[in-house]
């Protein structure tokens, strides 16, 4: 089973800029991880995508160009850069695991999940 642990969240003014990590428990680090968001209210959204190898990722719209997925295999642990925030940032932050081939943006498609870390971004 794997265990996702989130860190790195906070309270930011807007225009600032925070690193999201999430650590995986085991080295069987799935092939795609993810990050989602969820404000209250809302419907958990798809934010980030990266395939086991690094190379594709794949971003929500509402973070392209601000927000960059990357990852460390011999850490078993992906980063969420988030530069330029806004306050409709403000969410609590979620990583994904999933065995799925091909970039996933879904929440049914993954299958393991953290327990979220909250990231407040005032205006």
């Known amino acids: 089973q794997v265990q996702l642990v989130e860190s790195g969240g906070g309270l930011v003014q807007a225009g600032g800029s925070l690193r999201l990590s999430c650590a995986a428990s085991?080295?069987?680090?799935?092939?795609?991880m993810g990050w989602f968001r969820q404000a209250p209210g809302t419907e958990r959204e798809f934010v980030a995508a990266?395939?086991?190898?690094?190379?594709?990722?794949h971003y929500a719209d509402a973070v392209k160009g601000r927000f960059t997925i990357s990852r460390d295999n011999a850490k078993n642990t992906v980063y969420l850069q988030m530069n330029s925030l806004k306050p409709e940032d403000t969410a609590v932050y979620y990583c994904?695991?999933?065995?799925?081939?091909?970039?996933?943006?879904?929440?049914?498609?993954?299958?393991?999940w953290g327990q979220g870390t909250q990231v407040t971004v005032s205006s």
């Open positions: 990266i395939v086991w190898s690094g190379v594709n990722t």
């Open positions: 085991t080295r069987t680090f799935s092939s795609q």
């Open positions: 994904a695991a999933t065995n799925r081939f091909g970039i996933a943006t879904m929440v049914s498609n993954y299958d393991h």
